[in-house]
């Protein structure tokens, strides 16, 4: 599916930006809590590969969710990063040659938590 004209040329900055956007455009299946780890994932999310993204929110029973293939084509890469899918190598390389700097952030603003045991 190609990015509408609209929505081209403005990366998203999170994933949960992009999830959301996947969810809104037909491509994220949000699976059913408590799928088993051992393969019926794995399966679940080969049999949506490319087409959609999946969305495992309690696998066997964690509290951790899991995501998978939310990058599963170039023109999904592309359109993520807000460019054209021509584009995508040029971009990369961009990047890896001037990354952004890192700062350090504090328990309040992270965009994540360190958990527990992990």
Do not use: Y
Request: net charge positive; hydrophobic share 50%; charged share 20%.
């Amino acid at each position: 599916m190609d990015a509408p004209a609209a929505r081209r040329n403005r990366a998203f900055d999170s994933l949960r930006g992009w999830l959301g956007h996947l969810a809104r455009t037909d491509r994220l299946a949000e699976i059913a809590p408590g799928v088993d780890l051992r393969f019926t994932l794995a399966a679940i999310a080969k049999r949506l590969e490319g087409r959609q993204a999946s969305f495992f929110p309690t696998p066997g029973g964690h509290t951790m969710p899991v995501v998978s293939g939310v990058l599963a084509t170039r023109a999904w890469i592309a359109e993520a990063m807000g460019v054209a899918p021509a584009d995508v190598l040029a971009h990369f390389r961009a990047a890896a040659a001037a990354p952004l700097p890192w700062r350090e952030v504090g328990a309040a603003e992270a965009a994540c938590r360190q958990v527990p045991g992990w």
